[in-house]
């Protein structure tokens, strides 16, 4: 499985995703557009995302990819089904999402506007997190999780 992380403007928000993924098995993050790496362009750690992150910005396989949907357009050519973890009218619960043998990548989207509808409509699906309070969505990192482990528990994925 692998996170597709499109524009994340807080640092905070990408070291706590790091350290949900490194604790549900994620394979690698992309980190795309803006979201912040934990190693800035000059070479130099980011104290911010270290600090939420805890050490899994080390242990967990990350890469920063300039352009969301060129990366889209790769992984799927490779055969991994891309998800959108978006409220969008195609979405459907995240409980109800079915998985076969074919590798996942899912997307998380920018913590205000989310995912570019264009980015949805290139996925292969799109998956949502039902609300039932007054707030339309969770924030980007607990949503990472509540969907993350919702698939390791569901489908018992390989380590």
Known sequence: ???????????YNVGAILRT???????????????????????????????????AEASVSWESVPHTQTLITTLQKEGV??????Q???AQPYTTLT?????????????VAGIPLEIIDQSDASIEIPMFGSKES???????????????????MEE
Do not use: W
């Open 1 to 11: 499985m692998y996170l597709i992380l499109h524009n994340i403007r807080s640092a």
């Open 21 to 55: 993924a490194d604790g549900a098995g994620v394979q690698k993050v992309y980190l795309c557009g803006y979201t912040p790496a934990p190693i800035d362009r000059f070479g130099r750690v980011r104290t911010d995302i270290a600090k939420a992150a805890l050490g």
């Open 81 to 86: 089904r891309v998800v959108a973890v978006e």
């Open 88 to 90: 969008d009218a195609r």
């Open 99 to 111: 998985l076969d043998a074919t590798p996942l990548a899912l997307i998380l989207g920018e913590e």
């Open 138 to 156: 969770l924030n980007v990192s607990v949503a990472a999780g509540v969907v993350l482990f919702h698939l390791r528990s569901t489908y018992r």
